[in-house]
């Protein structure tokens, strides 16, 4: 039997994701370790209860109520032309790169970073070019400005917190690329809300900036992962153009509905960010007290190493129950943090490991 024809940009390629191994402590995924509050459940079960007899019917196709909702929790002046929503960030830069890239088209972004970039990519038609970080994962924007004049594309990604290495961009950074850049400059912060006192978000720089677009989720700090709600804020252009691709009626009124009552209890759900940030801060500690290299990290995890082989160190925790992320980067691994007590049994783990 002759191979299926599939594209040539996807022949080899692998699907996107972490192993799901049903072990004691999972630190793999970047989830929030903290399951929603019994009246944020509430709170969201009513919503539910109200539109169920309505399933019947087509979902407002463009989520204006929860636009206009995430509109002002975002802030900066922010309204619902600002804003679009689809399930998880994922599909927002999928709809962008549909929109802006495709074939003869190319985007750019700083690796190491989010390794669904290039597959999203590879979805779309779009060439991907792999530009570099500095030895520290940092990047200034004298070299962001060189690699994008040199690559010339058609949209670039920055990604602040950046995944895998925790890293944040200085506003410089992303000042710099949008006035370089003849394209779409892409800022992906989905961890933004775990970031550390004094770091801003590229929220702050999308007026006169037409080019410019912050995508973030719910996922992480919101506990909503299994709600799947990603959104971006950017020029009414960009919304306007996006509407273009969005397959029609995208976003379930099921979906809807649960992320309009998690954004009313925003207080609720984001009560659980300043555990995660000391757990966070915790390991980064502990991990440097063994004589491990770690990055600062402004999200919910820790990139550490350097390992001589990081997927023996990865299978020796896994062995323990503990079950971390190998990100494919060499000499590193990558930890969420979760509750005290999944801290606790990654730190005795890493002891016993070392």
């Given at each position: 039997?002759?191979?299926?024809?599939?594209?040539?940009?996807?022949?080899?390629?692998?699907?996107?994701?972490?192993?799901?191994?049903?072990?004691?402590?999972?630190?793999?995924?970047?989830?929030?370790?903290y399951?929603?509050?019994?009246?944020?459940?509430?709170?969201?079960?009513?919503a539910?209860?109200?539109?169920?007899?309505?399933?019947?019917?087509?979902p407002d196709?463009?989520?204006?109520?929860?636009?206009?909702?995430?509109?002002?929790?975002?802030?900066?002046?922010?309204?619902?032309?600002?804003?679009?929503?689809?399930?998880?960030?994922?599909?927002?830069?999928?709809?962008?790169?549909q929109?802006?890239?495709?074939?003869?088209?190319?985007a750019?972004?700083?690796?190491?970073s989010?390794?669904?970039?290039?597959?999203?990519?590879?979805?779309?038609?779009t060439e991907?070019?792999?530009?570099?970080?500095?030895?520290?994962?940092?990047?200034?924007?004298?070299?962001?400005?060189?690699?994008?004049?040199?690559?010339?594309?058609?949209?670039?990604f920055?990604?602040?917190?950046?995944?895998?290495?925790?890293?944040?961009?200085?506003?410089?950074?992303?000042?710099?690329?949008?006035?370089?850049?003849?394209?779409m400059?892409?800022?992906?912060?989905?961890?933004?809300?775990?970031?550390?006192?004094?770091?801003?978000?590229?929220?702050?720089?999308?007026p006169?900036?037409e080019?410019?677009?912050?995508?973030?989720?719910?996922?992480?700090?919101f506990?909503?992962?299994?709600?799947?709600?990603?959104y971006?804020?950017?020029?009414?252009?960009?919304?306007?153009a996006?509407?273009?691709?969005?397959?029609p009626?995208?976003?379930?009124?099921?979906?809807?509905?649960?992320?309009?009552?998690?954004?009313?209890?925003?207080?609720?759900?984001?009560?659980?960010?300043d555990?995660?940030?000391a757990?966070?801060?915790?390991?980064?500690?502990?991990?440097?007290?063994?004589?491990?290299?770690?990055?600062?990290?402004?999200?919910?995890?820790?990139?550490?190493?350097?390992?001589?082989?990081?997927?023996?160190?990865?299978?020796?925790?896994?062995?323990?129950?503990?079950?971390?992320?190998?990100?494919?980067?060499?000499?590193?691994?990558?930890?969420?943090?979760g509750?005290?007590?999944?801290?606790d049994?990654?730190?005795?783990?890493?002891?016993?490991v070392?």
């Amino acid at each position: 039997m002759s191979a299926l024809p599939l594209r040539p940009e996807l022949v080899g390629l692998k699907p996107y994701g972490a192993p799901q191994l049903d072990v004691a402590v999972r630190l793999n995924t970047n989830e929030n370790s903290y399951p929603p509050p019994e009246p944020v459940v509430a709170a969201m079960e009513k919503a539910l209860s109200g539109v169920l007899r309505e399933l019947n019917r087509y979902p407002d196709r463009d989520a204006v109520a929860l636009r206009e909702d995430l509109a002002a929790y975002l802030g900066h002046g922010l309204t619902v032309a600002n804003t679009w929503a689809a399930n998880g960030s994922n599909e927002v830069q999928q709809q962008l790169l549909q929109a802006f890239g495709g074939p003869g088209r190319t985007a750019l972004g700083f690796t190491p970073s989010y390794s669904m970039h290039p597959l999203l990519c590879a979805g779309t038609g779009t060439e991907w070019i792999a530009a570099r970080r500095g030895a520290d994962f940092d990047l200034t924007p004298q070299d962001a400005v060189a690699q994008v004049r040199e690559h010339d594309p058609d949209l670039v990604f920055l990604c602040s917190p950046n995944n895998p290495t925790g890293t944040a961009l200085p506003l410089d950074v992303v000042r710099a690329v949008a006035a370089e850049a003849r394209g779409m400059v892409i800022v992906d912060e989905a961890y933004a809300e775990f970031a550390r006192p004094g770091v801003p978000s590229a929220l702050s720089v999308l007026p006169g900036h037409e080019r410019l677009v912050v995508t973030r989720t719910m996922s992480k700090a919101f506990g909503f992962a299994g709600g799947r709600l990603g959104y971006l804020a950017a020029d009414p252009a960009v919304v306007d153009a996006v509407l273009l691709v969005r397959l029609p009626y995208h976003l379930s009124m099921l979906t809807q509905a649960a992320a309009r009552a998690a954004l009313g209890q925003a207080a609720a759900l984001l009560s659980t960010v300043d555990a995660i940030k000391a757990q966070r801060d915790r390991i980064v500690a502990e991990l440097r007290a063994m004589g491990l290299t770690v990055a600062d990290s402004d999200a919910n995890f820790v990139l550490f190493g350097r390992f001589d082989d990081q997927a023996a160190v990865w299978k020796a925790l896994l062995d323990k129950g503990v079950l971390i992320r190998d990100v494919g980067l060499a000499g590193w691994l990558r930890v969420t943090a979760g509750d005290p007590r999944e801290t606790d049994a990654f730190l005795t783990a890493m002891r016993e490991v070392l």
